[in-house]
């Protein structure tokens, strides 16, 4: 049946269990000050770290058995932000690393105490930190794409 795999859809419900489940890993992140929180991006914070989901989680391929259960393999691409003041070159560069040794954290974590809702196969970097942008007032916004790999099935 490897014929019938194809490019489906968005995943809504999944999008809506993943995102807390996924603030939650995130937030055991061990160098995280005892002051920080990373929150879920809604575009008015100007300061600290957001997540930020790019489409929702993805589809990326399904199949159906022969008595109707469907596998899915799916994505929830997204965006860590973290936000802070024009500062020097030091205080970049610690936030470039900071970025960066979550990502390599993150991707040799044991996912299933974290996440009960999919079966996450891997999350992993796509991006090194690196300045997204600078806004008007100074404010540097420095990113991180990762993107978590995750299965499901539904019986029939």
Do not use: H
Not at 98 to 103: C, R, V
Not at 121 to 147: F, K
């Amino acid at each position: 049946m490897a014929d019938d795999k194809k490019l489906v859809r968005i995943d809504l419900r999944a999008s809506e269990n993943l995102t807390p489940e996924l603030l939650s890993i995130l937030n055991a992140y061990p160098d995280l000050l005892p002051s920080e929180k990373i929150v879920f991006g809604d575009g008015s914070q100007t300061s600290g770290i957001a997540l930020y989901p790019i489409s929702g989680a993805v589809v990326v391929t399904e199949e159906e058995d022969i008595i109707g259960n469907i596998a899915q393999e799916c994505q929830y691409p997204f965006f860590l932000i973290y936000k802070v003041g024009k500062g020097s070159s030091s205080s970049r560069i610690a936030i470039k690393e900071f970025l960066d040794d979550l990502g390599r954290w993150l991707e040799v974590q044991d996912y299933k105490s974290y996440f009960s809702s999919v079966d996450v196969t891997d999350i992993s970097r796509q991006t090194p930190g690196y300045l997204e942008s600078r806004e008007e007032d100074g404010v540097e916004n420095w990113a991180i794409y990762i993107t978590l790999f995750y299965r499901r099935t539904i019986e029939a």
